[in-house]
């Protein structure tokens, strides 16, 4: 069994916008080194979400997990992911695809975030 992991991100015009979702696929990628790790974007960048599962499969991936790359839950993870997530489990039934929660409601994120906070007071 394959696994690949999506970072799903929301995207935006300016290409200097990926940079630190780049910078987080490649570390993530460098720590998992028999998964695949790629970036996804919702809207105005590629590859879109579906794009991206495709390529993986081709590759061989069977099992996908979808981690957004989100502050918290808007219209976006409540309506736009699960609706891309349903597509994809309608047009490849044998994927295995998990969605988790937005990174930015972990605990160890928030708890990271308010780290950089405090800090910049000092």
């Known amino acids: ?4 992991l999506i970072l799903f991100a929301h995207g ?23 998964c695949e790790v790629v970036l996804a ?3 105005l960048m590629t590859p879109s ?3 991206a599962a495709a390529a993986l499969m081709a590759r ?24 891309l997530a349903d597509g994809l489990r309608a047009a490849h039934p044998s994927l295995r695809l ?3 929660g937005p990174i930015g409601e972990d605990p160890g994120v928030q708890q990271a975030m308010a780290n950089y906070c405090v800090g910049a007071l000092s």
């Open 1 to 4: 069994m394959a696994r690949g």
């Open 12 to 34: 935006a015009r300016a290409a200097s916008w990926a940079a630190p979702f780049e910078r987080l696929r490649d570390q993530t990628q460098a720590r998992l080194p028999d």
């Open 41 to 43: 974007f919702l809207e």
């Open 49 to 51: 979400l579906p794009d």
């Open 60 to 83: 061989g991936v069977d099992e996908l997990t979808v981690v957004p790359v989100f502050l918290g839950q808007g219209g976006h993870l409540l309506r736009d992911l699960p609706a």
């Open 98 to 100: 998990k969605v988790v």
